[in-house]
């Protein structure tokens, strides 16, 4: 249209620009250009030229088409094993609501029961079984955690207000460490799985967290908040109703591990540690005598995985399915995960010296294959000389006395 109104005469299309038209793959516009001419203002391509280039392009096509069919197997193979993970997992909520959770006290520990257990357990029945395999040894009710809550609120307002002390059970702790308390627990929050900006301010979440860690200080003052706690916490939110959350919570915490580490008993800490590294010379000789060689201790890397129950360390998805098997096997299980962790990374981790073993601990990669880390996991074994970790446990607790 430009060249009929401007009197220019039309330019027909070169045997090249036909063949690009009657393509019937189109390549992007970026590899079709080596078939261009060349501007009028310079020499037209020698033929030879012009030949090569079509070849090249040729040879580009062939390429941009096996790339297109590897990118559709490939499409159709995460397809295919999405459709068999559904079906999985759907086969899988049958069997635990239907046969499992109706007769729990006699199927529990049963060999199937085990099995399907390490698998992971489907996620619409996630908090019937940790609840069921936390148990409820303090006996907490709904009515309790509406008690403690209301408590956890009085305080809020106390504190802000300025009034007087709250007088209750926990009055041998002063107003400036509750206060403190609070403070540190409104910090944890906002850093709380922050990708997931449902439990910072504004956030669905946020609130019902803030309350079951508010009412567990209320609930056990003698512990009160501690950092690594709103992590576990939001996870079981994410699994069960507050009221449920708040005394999976509470069970948890009085686990003779948990409690260890969350009122720093120095003594305990350094039992498990010494425990843990019975097994890490056990399974891993190699990295263990490297870990020593370079002065790095158990306290550097398992603090952090211990207080959060691997959540803050792993991808959320991974960090249930340990917590499933934990909640089958206890705290053994725990120690067991860090040694798969260390068993995966062993060829990397012999090539570090200390600073970069601590980082890369410290921060593990994010997209850790769950697979992966669970056949490590299973490849270690949590005997030595006979003895298992109970066993190991207790006669190191009996040697420092």
Not at 36 to 54: I, S, W
């Amino acid at each position: 249209e430009y060249e009929e109104k401007t009197g220019r005469a039309h330019r027909p299309l070169s045997p090249k620009q036909n063949v690009r038209k009657n393509l019937d793959f189109e390549p992007l516009s970026t590899t079709a250009l080596i078939l261009e001419d060349r501007p009028a203002n310079l020499p037209a391509k020698p033929a030879e030229e012009a030949q090569k280039h079509r070849q090249q392009y040729e040879e580009m096509v062939v390429q941009a088409k096996k790339r297109e069919l590897k990118e559709a197997q490939k499409r159709k193979k995460q397809l295919e094993e999405r459709c068999k993970l559904e079906d999985s997992i759907g086969n899988a909520v049958l069997t635990w609501n239907n046969e499992i959770l109706p007769n729990w006290e006699t199927m529990c520990c049963s060999r199937k029961v085990r099995e399907l257990w390490w698998q992971g357990i489907p996620p619409s029945v996630r908090g019937k079984v940790w609840s069921l395999a936390i148990g409820n040894e303090l006996n907490i009710t709904h009515e309790l955690y509406d008690i403690c809550l209301a408590r956890a609120k009085e305080k809020w307002r106390s504190l802000s207000t300025g009034g007087a002390e709250v007088e209750c059970e926990d009055a041998g702790f002063s107003a400036a460490d509750r206060e403190a308390s609070l403070e540190l627990i409104k910090l944890d929050i906002s850093r709380t799985f922050p990708n997931l900006c449902i439990f910072q301010q504004g956030g669905p979440y946020h609130d019902t967290l803030h309350s079951i860690l508010g009412a567990y200080t209320c609930y056990r003052p003698d512990v009160g908040y501690v950092q690594g706690m709103s992590f576990i916490a939001a996870v079981l939110i994410l699994n069960l109703d507050t009221a449920d959350a708040f005394i999976a919570f509470s069970n948890l915490l009085n686990k003779p591990c948990q409690m260890a580490f969350f009122r720093v008993d120095h003594g305990l800490m350094l039992t498990y540690f010494a425990a843990f590294e019975v097994f890490f010379e056990e399974n891993l000789p190699k990295l263990f005598a490297h870990f020593k060689k370079n002065n790095l201790t158990p306290d550097i890397y398992l603090i952090d995985w211990i207080f959060t129950l691997y959540s803050k360390s792993l991808p959320l998805d991974l960090a249930c399915r340990v917590w499933d098997v934990f909640c089958r096997d206890g705290e053994e299980f725990l120690f067991r995960t860090a040694l798969g962790i260390l068993k995966l990374f062993e060829d990397i981790l012999t090539k570090m010296d200390f600073i970069h073993i601590a980082q890369f601990l410290t921060k593990l990669p994010e997209d850790l294959p769950s697979e992966e880390i669970f056949t490590s996991i299973a490849a270690i074994q949590m005997q030595s000389r006979n003895k298992k970790w109970a066993q190991v446990k207790k006669v190191l607790i009996f040697d420092n006395r």
